[in-house]
Protein backbone atom coordinates (compact mmCIF):
# COMPACT_ATOMS: atom_id res chain seq x y z
CA UNK A 1 0.00 0.00 0.00
CA UNK A 2 1.24 3.01 -0.85
CA UNK A 3 2.26 6.52 1.32
CA UNK A 4 -0.75 8.70 0.21
CA UNK A 5 0.69 11.92 1.90
CA UNK A 6 3.72 11.32 0.59
CA UNK A 7 2.44 11.07 -2.90
CA UNK A 8 0.38 13.81 -2.34
CA UNK A 9 3.70 15.98 -1.24
CA UNK A 10 4.81 14.77 -4.74
CA UNK A 11 1.81 16.20 -6.68
CA UNK A 12 2.18 19.55 -9.03
CA UNK A 13 -0.91 21.36 -10.19
CA UNK A 14 -1.91 24.48 -12.08
CA UNK A 15 -4.88 26.27 -12.59
CA UNK A 16 -5.90 26.73 -16.27
CA UNK A 17 -9.34 28.30 -17.50
CA UNK A 18 -11.97 25.45 -18.12
CA UNK A 19 -13.96 24.71 -21.23
CA UNK A 20 -17.78 24.75 -21.82
CA UNK A 21 -20.64 26.73 -21.11
CA UNK A 22 -20.55 28.71 -18.16
CA UNK A 23 -21.13 32.48 -19.61
CA UNK A 24 -18.98 35.23 -19.02
CA UNK A 25 -17.58 34.06 -15.66
CA UNK A 26 -16.05 31.32 -17.04
CA UNK A 27 -14.13 33.85 -19.72
CA UNK A 28 -12.31 35.09 -16.22
CA UNK A 29 -11.10 32.69 -13.63
CA UNK A 30 -9.31 29.72 -13.85
CA UNK A 31 -11.11 26.77 -12.09
CA UNK A 32 -10.37 23.88 -13.89
CA UNK A 33 -7.08 21.99 -12.34
CA UNK A 34 -4.19 19.79 -13.81
CA UNK A 35 -2.75 17.38 -11.86
CA UNK A 36 0.51 15.69 -12.43
CA UNK A 37 2.27 12.90 -10.70
CA UNK A 38 5.73 11.49 -11.65
CA UNK A 39 5.28 7.93 -11.42
CA UNK A 40 9.29 6.89 -12.50
CA UNK A 41 10.58 9.71 -10.38
CA UNK A 42 8.78 9.17 -7.36
CA UNK A 43 10.44 8.30 -3.45
CA UNK A 44 6.65 7.49 -2.17
CA UNK A 45 6.38 4.32 -4.24
CA UNK A 46 8.46 0.62 -3.87
CA UNK A 47 10.25 -0.15 -7.44
CA UNK A 48 7.24 -3.11 -7.05
CA UNK A 49 4.65 -1.04 -7.04
CA UNK A 50 5.93 1.55 -9.79
CA UNK A 51 6.65 -1.47 -12.23
CA UNK A 52 3.05 -2.51 -11.32
CA UNK A 53 1.53 1.16 -12.20
CA UNK A 54 3.17 1.77 -14.86
CA UNK A 55 2.19 -1.85 -16.46
CA UNK A 56 -1.40 -1.06 -15.40
CA UNK A 57 -1.61 2.72 -16.28
CA UNK A 58 0.47 2.54 -19.74
CA UNK A 59 -2.44 3.92 -21.77
CA UNK A 60 -2.90 7.01 -18.92
CA UNK A 61 0.57 7.81 -18.97
CA UNK A 62 3.04 10.26 -20.76
CA UNK A 63 6.09 9.40 -22.36
CA UNK A 64 8.29 10.29 -19.41
CA UNK A 65 6.17 8.20 -17.18
CA UNK A 66 3.50 11.29 -15.54
CA UNK A 67 0.05 10.57 -14.87
CA UNK A 68 -2.32 13.83 -15.60
CA UNK A 69 -5.61 14.27 -14.35
CA UNK A 70 -8.17 16.85 -15.14
CA UNK A 71 -10.61 17.71 -12.91
CA UNK A 72 -13.12 20.49 -13.78
CA UNK A 73 -16.59 19.43 -12.39
CA UNK A 74 -16.86 22.69 -10.06
CA UNK A 75 -16.60 25.91 -10.18
CA UNK A 76 -14.62 26.23 -7.78
CA UNK A 77 -10.77 25.22 -7.91
CA UNK A 78 -10.61 23.97 -4.43
CA UNK A 79 -12.77 22.07 -5.26
CA UNK A 80 -11.88 20.74 -8.24
CA UNK A 81 -8.27 20.20 -6.46
CA UNK A 82 -9.59 17.88 -4.37
CA UNK A 83 -11.76 15.88 -6.09
CA UNK A 84 -8.99 15.48 -8.68
CA UNK A 85 -6.33 14.32 -5.95
CA UNK A 86 -8.68 11.96 -4.72
CA UNK A 87 -9.28 10.79 -8.15
CA UNK A 88 -5.57 10.44 -8.77
CA UNK A 89 -4.79 9.35 -5.14
CA UNK A 90 -7.75 5.90 -5.99
CA UNK A 91 -5.91 5.48 -9.67
CA UNK A 92 -2.76 4.88 -8.08
CA UNK A 93 -3.72 2.71 -5.58
CA UNK A 94 -5.97 0.76 -7.52
CA UNK A 95 -3.00 0.19 -10.15
CA UNK A 96 -0.62 -1.08 -7.31
CA UNK A 97 -2.71 -3.30 -5.36
CA UNK A 98 -1.05 -6.86 -6.22
CA UNK A 99 -3.15 -9.34 -8.30
CA UNK A 100 -4.31 -11.78 -6.22
CA UNK A 101 -3.02 -15.73 -7.30
CA UNK A 102 -5.53 -17.87 -9.40
CA UNK A 103 -6.15 -21.15 -7.74
CA UNK A 104 -6.46 -23.75 -10.07
CA UNK A 105 -9.86 -25.76 -10.42
CA UNK A 106 -11.63 -28.75 -11.93
CA UNK A 107 -14.73 -29.43 -13.97
CA UNK A 108 -17.25 -31.07 -11.36
CA UNK A 109 -18.79 -34.67 -12.27
CA UNK A 110 -22.17 -32.43 -13.33
CA UNK A 111 -20.63 -29.41 -15.59
CA UNK A 112 -19.22 -32.48 -17.38
CA UNK A 113 -22.45 -34.46 -17.75
CA UNK A 114 -24.62 -31.84 -18.74
CA UNK A 115 -20.92 -30.80 -21.40
CA UNK A 116 -21.27 -34.07 -23.19
CA UNK A 117 -25.00 -34.40 -23.27
CA UNK A 118 -25.78 -31.07 -24.62
CA UNK A 119 -23.23 -31.81 -27.25
CA UNK A 120 -24.73 -35.78 -28.26
CA UNK A 121 -28.05 -33.19 -28.75
CA UNK A 122 -25.96 -31.16 -30.99
CA UNK A 123 -24.51 -33.79 -32.73
CA UNK A 124 -28.10 -34.87 -33.03
CA UNK A 125 -29.54 -32.29 -33.99
CA UNK A 126 -27.30 -32.21 -37.46
CA UNK A 127 -27.58 -35.44 -38.01
CA UNK A 128 -31.07 -34.71 -38.73
CA UNK A 129 -30.47 -32.11 -40.93
CA UNK A 130 -29.18 -34.79 -43.55
CA UNK A 131 -31.12 -36.67 -46.41
CA UNK A 132 -33.21 -39.62 -45.53
CA UNK A 133 -31.33 -42.55 -46.56
CA UNK A 134 -33.53 -44.81 -48.92
Known amino acids: MPDLEAIKQELTWKAVRSSGP ?3 HVN ?6 VIQFDVANSQ ?7 MRILKKLEPRLTTNAVLIIESSD ?3 QHQN ?8 LD ?11 RKKT ?11 REKKMRGEKKENRQKPSL
Do not use: W, Y
Open 81 to 88: RDSGIERL
Open 22 to 24: GGQ
Open 106 to 116: KPTKASKFKRL
Open 74 to 76: SRS
Open 91 to 101: IITNASKKPKP
Open 44 to 50: ALTEEEK
Open 28 to 33: KTASKV
